[in-house]
């Protein structure tokens, strides 16, 4: 596949998107979690936003499984990343969500959580 063809996917649109978000401790949360709400409504997933802590919320996606009886399964991940400055010597723009020439979307968060959350 090519990578043209690639960045018309729109489970990689989805992750370029979220990835551009810059969630470094503290940092645009709110934007986050309003990609996660619209992907749920996208899915027909309920979403509930919870808020133990002021300015850190928890946002949870809900879906019946196929058999009540069964029992049922958690998925964990995190919005938050390591803070990045352009001086650590990135190639690309950490929030960039670009894709490099190996087709390979870079950016803060494409391995630890957000390509976890987006899947």
Not at 18 to 38: E, F, H, Q
Not at 55 to 72: A, T
């Amino acid at each position: 596949m090519k990578c043209e063809q690639y960045a018309c996917r729109p489970e990689v649109r989805l992750l370029q998107d979220y990835v551009g978000i810059n969630t470094s401790p503290g940092r645009n949360l709110r934007s986050a979690v309003d990609l996660l709400k619209r992907l749920g409504d996208t899915q027909n997933i309920k979403v509930t936003v919870y808020e133990a802590k002021p300015n850190y919320p928890v946002v949870i996606f809900k879906w019946p499984g196929l058999d009540p009886k069964l029992r049922s399964i958690l998925l964990l991940s995190h919005m938050d990343v390591v803070p990045a400055c352009y001086e650590d010597g990135w190639t690309y723009p950490p929030f960039s969500g670009e894709i490099n020439d190996q087709c390979e979307i870079v950016g803060r968060g494409t391995q630890d959580m957000k390509s976890i959350t987006i899947q």
